[in-house]
């Protein structure tokens, strides 16, 4: 589907009214849908699909995924959280995984950057050496 | 006196000569009739018999001359066609010699090129098999390396997660938390 300028400028606006102290709020987005879906002004399909794009984006770019190769306590998890947000900013979206193949140690990936502490990302690192 | 003497001469040689003309039965009319007739055959054969084979013979003389002048030239002729042949022998002889010569200097020349050429093609041979060879020594290492690589990992992916204690387990963690900060 081809989107407008017009319609993108729309969306962005709107995407700009859910953000809340540099974090997406998600009833400010439930609400912005809602009141599109409700009212359904001119053009209003274009412009949710992009709100949903640039949503799905932000979602994507503030979600940190922590692998484990075992679960890890509370205490880890706050000093993660603190440290992440620290450096991205508020609003991050957590989600712990466990995979025994990662053997020990932690990998981290929030949007495309990777902090990859486990053995077996060192083992394949050394393996590529290799 | 002396007519006197030529006369008595005269007589008395006349009387001689007259009895020598009866003594051999000499008539000098007969004599002179013969001469007149004998110069006539004279005239007649000089001009009826020696005319036509003086000129026979004149154009016979002249057919021999044309014939010794036709022998000189054909001679000259001769010695001029084999003076032509030893020249043309001669040069024959030295654009044989050349040819010879070039043919020789072109065949070195050939011998050279192509000694050459068969060098570097020897050369550019056995450079490609030095680096095909190192290629594939290369690639031996590398096959070696990687499945010694592929073995260590494995073996140690094996044995880690049954040597490391919890401690590690947890300082792993805690090198990567603080590598995020």
């Known amino acids: 589907m081809k989107i407008s300028r017009q319609s993108k400028r729309a969306a962005k606006e709107r995407f700009n009214a859910c953000m809340d102290n540099g ?16 009212k359904k002004p001119k053009g ?15 979602t994507l770019r503030k979600t940190v995924t922590v692998t484990t190769a075992e679960s890890i306590d509370d205490a880890t998890k706050q000093t993660l959280s603190e440290r992440l947000n620290n450096r991205y900013g508020a609003g991050l979206i957590y989600v712990y995984q466990t ?23 060192r083992l394949n690192r050394l393996k590529e050496i290799f | 006196m002396s007519s006197m003497v030529f006369f008595a001469a005269t007589e008395g040689s006349s009387s001689v000569v007259d009895n020598i003309a009866r003594e051999f039965g000499l008539n000098f009319p007969l004599i002179i009739a013969q001469a007149v007739i004998f110069l006539i055959v004279v005239l007649a054969l000089r001009k009826f018999a020696f005319a036509p084979v003086l000129g026979i013979l004149e154009e016979r003389q002249k057919t021999i001359a044309e014939g010794l002048e036709n022998a000189k030239r054909q001679k000259e002729a001769l010695e001029s066609a084999e003076s032509q042949k030893k020249d043309i022998l001669y040069s024959a002889n030295v654009m044989a010699n050349k040819m010879v010569e070039e043919a020789r200097t072109a065949s070195a020349r050939i011998r050279e090129t192509e000694s050459q050429k068969a060098i570097s093609q020897a050369e550019e041979t056995l450079r490609k098999a030095r680096e095909a060879a190192e290629a594939e020594r290369r690639q031996m290492v590398d096959n070696a390396r990687k499945e010694i690589g592929g073995l260590v990992v494995q073996t140690v992916s094996q044995v880690t997660g049954k040597v490391l204690t919890e401690d590690d387990k947890s300082r792993l963690v805690a090198e990567t938390v603080n590598h995020v900060g």
């Open chain 1, 99 to 121: 995979d025994p193949a990662l053997i020990a140690g932690m990998r981290v990936q929030i949007g495309s950057d990777v902090f990859d502490g486990t053995v077996k990302g």
């Open chain 1, 23 to 38: 974090a997406l709020s998600e009833a400010r987005v439930r609400e912005t849908v809602s009141e599109l879906l409700d």
């Open chain 1, 44 to 58: 209003y399909y274009p412009t949710l699909a992009h709100l949903v794009r640039l949503v799905r984006l932000e």
